[in-house]
Nanobody
Framework: QVHLVESGGGLVQAGGSLKLSCAASGRTFSSYAMGWFRQAPGKEREFVAAIGWSGANTYYADSVKGRFTISRDNAKNTVYLQMNSLKPEDTAVYYC????????????????????WGQGTQVTVSS
């Protein structure tokens, strides 16, 4: 069982930066692949970024590639999403998700692959 808590959201101007954190409970965090998703008002939740449990393998949605960076610190049971050059269309509730995996390099970009979800943190980008 993994409990996820996101933080770091807020209001930022276009072009600014935010760093989201997702703190996980449990002693086996390093065995979980992690992902970030987001849901804008009136839209479906969409994939943002994913990372394998070793941290060496990452994957991004085209819409955020080159602007967002996912990383993790297994010693702190935390995954991060550094968001730079933010745009108004990045406004959404951001969720982190976790799935147990036996492969250090595996990552996932489909919602149904994930077993655990956080409550979300709001990111608002003003123009």
């Amino acid at each position: 069982q993994v409990h996820l808590v996101e933080s770091g959201g807020g209001l930022v101007q276009a072009g600014g930066s935010l760093k989201l954190s997702c703190a996980a409970s449990g002693r086996t965090f390093s065995s979980y692949a992690m992902g970030w998703f987001r849901q804008a008002p009136g839209k479906e939740r969409e994939f943002v970024a994913a990372i394998g449990w070793s941290g060496a393998n990452t994957y991004y949605a085209d819409s955020v590639k080159g602007r967002f960076t996912i990383s993790r610190d297994n010693a702190k049971n935390t995954v991060y999403l550094q968001m730079n050059s933010l745009k108004p269309e990045d406004t959404a509730v951001y969720y982190c998700a976790a799935v147990l995996t036996f492969s250090s390099g595996s990552y996932y970009w489909k919602e149904y692959d994930y077993d655990y979800w956080g409550q979300g943190t709001q990111v608002t980008v003003s123009s």
